[in-house]
């Protein structure tokens, strides 16, 4: 990757001046300003990046939204290097923004993350440059989103590009353009506007009105852990990168009535009052705040089915496995005969667990259907599951610190 070798030089040449001030001023001649150094551009271009957005019509639309919060000074000054996702105008039409006038009447905070969160500043990344690793690589955007309690650094909101044969994406919006490059950088066209993400996943998944059962069995799987081992606080943590896939109230509902029902077929009752007592137990979050259940919904049993819903991979150091990736639909390959499987936060306690199955469609650069296969049964020590796979049907919900998908069924680890 290259980087502008000049930024730290500084702007002006620096003059020594001694004596000479005085001869100059007898003369009433003025002491000569200072000089602008001239960079070289890192590409084969005389033409900047702001400058191509300023005068080409086609992305008139980013162009009246950078110069609403002042972007384009910079992206003029040929002492700036960015990589830069560009929308054009149709890119702006199907994100939903029809046209300028209504980029003129946006909130500015609105205007300024839409615009902040497509330029990476200070690097040039053409397409080469992004490896073809699962699941994509990080890269810190212009947007600002706030600072860690306690210091002054301000947090960057990360984008996530990534490649697989000849497709390029940002986050799970495909690149339709890429590689055009310009004196101060590099610009990707992409198919519609990059939106930045403004919740945490805590806020996100427990304002979700179809997740409520997922919300309980976190608080469940929390009791008696403390700081950053609650499910709750890792949610709410707002530097890291985690997937979750968060199954629906229809999925835990579905769930808990088997399982109920077979506890009380089990303990004597009849086919028509288990079935009662089951649906009756089942058909509310608070299951998981019941007492008479705790023997079989224990808080361990309810955190490792959570744990196998927190997608993970080994730290490089510690080799301990950790909810540190990013993973959006089309980082998933496409469906194939060898099963692809996925980590998770269950390996963190049994290292060589498979994981879990994971199916992708494609049509064209855009994931249509994506399916989970989980591996085991409730209550443990059943026989292996042998259903259908759990549906995504909620795709790439992003927040702040991960994304999130809603699944159709609730995956089991053993």
């Not at 300024?112 to 053409?126: D, E």
């Not at 890291?240 to 999925?251: E, G, K, Y």
């Not at 077979?262 to 009052?273: I, N, R, V």
Request: glycine content about 8%.
């Amino acid at each position: 990757m290259k980087k502008d070798t000049n930024l730290n030089h500084g702007i002006f040449r620096l003059f020594i001046v001694t004596g000479f001030i005085l001869v100059l001023s007898a003369c009433n001649k003025d002491i000569p300003g200072p000089k602008p150094i001239v960079h070289s551009p890192i590409n084969n271009s005389t033409t900047s990046l702001g400058s191509i957005i300023d005068t080409d019509t086609t992305y008139s639309f980013f162009k009246a939204a950078a110069t609403r919060v002042g972007a384009l000074t910079s992206l003029n000054d040929i002492n700036n290097v960015f990589t830069i996702f560009l929308p054009n105008n149709d890119a702006f039409r199907i994100s939903g923004i029809p046209s300028e006038a209504v980029i003129g009447v946006l909130p500015i905070q609105t205007v300024g993350a839409i615009v902040q969160y497509h330029i990476i500043p200070g690097q040039q990344y053409t397409s080469a440059e992004i490896p073809e690793t699962f699941p994509n690589i990080q890269l810190p955007s212009s947007l600002t989103i706030g600072q860690l309690p306690g210091t002054t650094i301000p947090l960057k909101m990360s984008i996530f590009p990534s490649r697989r044969g000849g497709s390029m994406w940002v986050n799970n919006i495909p690149v339709i353009t890429p590689d055009l490059k310009f004196q101060n950088g590099v610009i990707h066209l992409v198919a519609a506007i990059v939106s930045p993400p403004s919740q945490v996943l805590r806020d996100a998944l427990y304002s979700n009105p179809d997740l409520t059962y997922f919300k309980a069995a976190v608080a469940r799987a929390d009791s008696g852990q403390t700081g950053l081992s609650r499910l709750d606080s890792l949610l709410n943590y707002a530097v890291t990168n985690m997937t979750i896939l968060a199954p629906n109230d229809a999925a835990f509902k579905t769930l808990l009535f088997g399982s109920i029902y077979g506890a009380l077929l089990a303990q004597g009752a009849d086919p028509a009052t288990a079935q009662a007592q089951a649906g009756a137990l089942s058909a509310s979050p608070t299951v998981f705040e019941n007492p008479l259940l705790f023997p079989v919904l224990t808080a361990a049993t309810v955190r490792g089915i959570l744990a196998y819903h927190f997608l993970a991979s080994p730290n490089p150091v510690t080799s301990a496995f950790e909810p540190n990736i990013r993973v959006f639909s089309v980082n998933f390959p496409p469906l194939a005969a060898t099963p692809f499987f996925v980590q998770t936060l269950v390996n963190s306690s049994f290292a060589p667990h498979p994981g879990i199955i994971v199916a992708a469609t494609f049509t064209g650069p855009f994931v249509t259907n994506l399916n989970f296969t989980g591996l085991g049964t409730f209550p443990p020590g059943g026989a292996p599951y042998s259903g259908g796979a759990a549906t995504a049907v909620s795709l790439d919900k992003h927040a702040v610190n991960g994304v999130y998908y809603v699944l159709d069924k609730v995956l089991l680890p053993q």
